[in-house]
């Protein structure tokens, strides 16, 4: 029997990271399902049949430390826990005491099926149930904020790890013959440069305080990423 060439620690790393990018890309993709009614547009009468249907056994099996973390994240995103159940492949009872753990069952509102957002003030054993319209109740006190510049910082920290990420795999030598595999990341990255165009514009820089070096160089850095992506859109024009 052949034995099996292990691959090398920067080998190792680069797939690690790949899997570890597709993993968070694939609940980012149910959130925007589930909030976007896509199952719906798709002719299905529940969000559960969708699942069943369209991935059946195929969905991720995670361990009970990382399937806390996830679950608490699509609930954070809105999602009920009859939803997140369909989405993960497990039952409500399991979601709701993953949640009682990680403290997120009540907080925050459920996107529900009609597309209606919900507060949830509800006993745990009814929110098997679809969501019906209720008369508005009382929002709980808000939880205080974060300051914004400490959230600010490390959303800035979470995004640079994550390109640089992203960047190394380019670096990879097996990137061109997997190439044609990175296509389905576009509206992803997209997305990403998107929200990360909206997040400088806000910042308002013409105004800011700073030295002339320093604007010289966000103006020289904004035209660089600017002029790149323009020659990718021609070249995509040139194609069609």
Same mark, same amino acid.
């Not at 904020?145 to 959303?155: F, K, M, T, V």
């Not at 990341?185 to 910042?203: F, I, N, S, Y």
């Given at each position: 029997?052949?034995?099996?060439?292990?691959?090398? +620690?920067? %080998?190792? /790393?680069?797939?690690?990271?790949?899997?570890k990018?597709?993993?968070?890309?694939?609940? +980012?993709?149910?959130?925007?399902?589930?909030?976007?009614?896509?199952?719906?547009?798709?002719?299905?009468?529940?969000?559960?049949? *969708?699942?069943?249907?369209?991935?059946?056994?195929?969905?991720?099996?995670?361990?009970?430390?990382? /399937? +806390?973390?996830?679950?608490?994240?699509?609930?954070?995103?809105?999602?009920?826990? $009859?939803?997140?159940?369909?989405?993960?492949?497990?039952?409500?009872?399991?979601?709701?005491?993953?949640?009682?753990?990680?403290? =997120?069952?009540?907080?925050?509102?459920?996107?529900?099926?009609?597309?209606?957002? *919900?507060?949830?003030?509800?006993?745990?054993?009814?929110?098997?149930?679809?969501?019906?319209?209720?008369?508005?109740?009382?929002?709980p006190?808000? +939880?205080?904020?974060?300051?914004?510049? =400490?959230?600010?910082?490390? &959303?800035?920290?979470?995004?640079? /790890? &994550?390109?640089? $990420?992203?960047?190394?795999?380019?670096?990879d030598?097996?990137?061109a013959?997997?190439? %044609?595999?990175t296509?389905h990341?576009?509206?992803?990255?997209?997305?990403?440069?998107?929200?990360?165009?909206?997040?400088?514009?806000?910042?308002n820089?013409?105004?800011?305080?700073?030295?002339?070096?320093?604007?010289?160089?966000?103006?020289?850095?904004?035209?660089?990423?600017?002029?790149?992506?323009?020659?990718?859109?021609?070249?995509?024009?040139?194609?069609?």
């Open positions: 029997m052949n034995e099996i060439a292990l691959p090398t +620690q920067e %080998e190792a /790393r680069a797939l690690t990271d790949r899997i990018i597709a993993v968070e890309g694939t609940w +980012q993709l149910i959130r925007e399902a589930y909030i976007s009614r896509t199952w719906a547009v798709l002719g299905y009468d529940t969000w559960d049949a *969708y699942c069943n249907a369209e991935f059946g056994n195929t969905r991720l099996k995670l361990p009970r430390e990382e /399937r +806390q973390e996830v679950v608490a994240s699509l609930r954070d995103s809105g999602l009920s826990t $009859r939803a997140i159940a369909a989405a993960t492949g497990t039952d409500q009872k399991t979601v709701r005491n993953d949640l009682a753990d990680t403290g =997120e069952e009540f907080s925050s509102p459920v996107v529900g099926v009609d597309g209606k957002t *919900y507060t949830v003030t509800r006993a745990p054993e009814v929110l098997n149930a679809e969501l019906v319209d209720e008369p508005a109740r009382p929002e006190p808000k +939880q205080k904020r974060r300051p914004l510049p =400490e959230a600010l910082n490390d &959303a800035g920290r979470d995004l640079t /790890r &994550a390109a640089e $990420r992203l960047a190394r795999l380019t670096e030598d097996r990137f013959k997997n190439r %044609e595999t296509h990341q576009v509206p992803e990255l997209l997305g990403a440069l998107e929200h990360t165009t909206r997040l400088v514009t806000a910042m820089l013409p105004a800011a305080e700073a030295s002339e070096e320093a604007r010289r160089w966000w103006a020289t850095s904004l035209h660089k990423i600017s002029d790149a992506l323009a020659d990718v859109a021609n070249s995509i024009q040139k194609e069609q």
